[in-house]
């Protein structure tokens, strides 16, 4: 559950439309930090599940519902019937309490509005509800580590409690690298999890072969190019590969 509260803060900083694309395995949309840390089908099916009463002394036969019917809908105009004047008097004061506290209820949407969740229509409004308060507790944390003398921005703040929730409660470990960092990108074959796979039938071939991204770069005696075809490749990579050592060498090795 942790780990899944430590993803939900990561996704108001990456930001994407869909909740799926942050495992795809696009390389254009790839972000294998999700997929490291839980699966997709995890990470759904607590989202899903997600509800705030005891499952042990729930009783769905006398619970509330908290709906109001059609028939019963006099009652909330009763309640809510005002006069004239207490309806001016009570507006009245509703704006004194508001430019009392303006100020701070407004930068503090101003800020929560920077790290937004990627939204899902549904039903469950306590969710959005237990998601707001969530993040109106993070923001609050990182106010009180301000005025404890904290000098890291809010972005940091909620990279370091991240980092620091993964450590504690994932197996794998997430410590940086010592040493000078690298200026070069990491290449997308050398990430993520790949597998080969046989090369799809077209509709010339239907056992259709190409050539080794890696045993087309070897040269013979003679410094030509040694033409060898298989029938798997990388379907992430669309790269044609021997299974091996052609496959292994391709995903492992930095300078090829």
């Known amino acids: ?145 301000v005025k404890t003398g904290g000098t890291k921005s809010a972005l940091v703040y909620r990279l370091e409690l991240i980092k620091q929730i993964m450590e504690k409660y994932h197996q794998t470990e997430f410590t940086p690298r010592t040493g000078r960092p690298s200026t070069q990108l990491t290449p997308l074959r050398l990430i993520g999890r790949h597998f080969p796979d046989v090369i799809p039938a077209t509709e010339k071939k239907t056992n259709p072969t190409r050539q080794c991204g890696i045993c087309s770069r070897a040269r013979d005696e003679r410094g030509k190019k040694i033409r060898r075809e298989n029938k798997y490749y990388c379907a992430d990579c669309e790269t044609p590969l021997c299974v091996t050592p052609c496959f292994r060498i391709y995903h492992t090795v930095a300078n090829i």
């Open 1 to 145: 559950m942790r780990v899944f509260l430590g993803l939900i803060i990561l996704q108001s900083i990456i930001k994407k439309p869909e909740m799926r694309q942050y495992w795809s395995k696009n390389p254009l949309l790839l972000t294998p930090f999700f997929a490291k840390c839980l699966s997709n089908k995890r990470f759904e099916a607590i989202r899903s599940n997600l509800h705030f009463a005891d499952n042990e002394t729930f009783d769905a036969e006398h619970h509330p519902n908290p709906k109001l019917l059609q028939r019963n809908m006099w009652q909330l105009t009763k309640v809510f019937y005002y006069t004239k004047v207490d309806l001016a008097e009570s507006n009245i004061l509703l704006v004194v309490d508001y430019n009392d506290t303006m100020g701070g209820v407004d930068r503090v949407d101003q800020h929560l509005a920077d790290y937004t969740l990627p939204r899902k229509r549904g039903k469950k409004y306590y969710k959005k509800i237990f998601f707001h308060l969530f993040y109106l507790a993070l923001w609050n944390s990182f106010i009180i580590y």
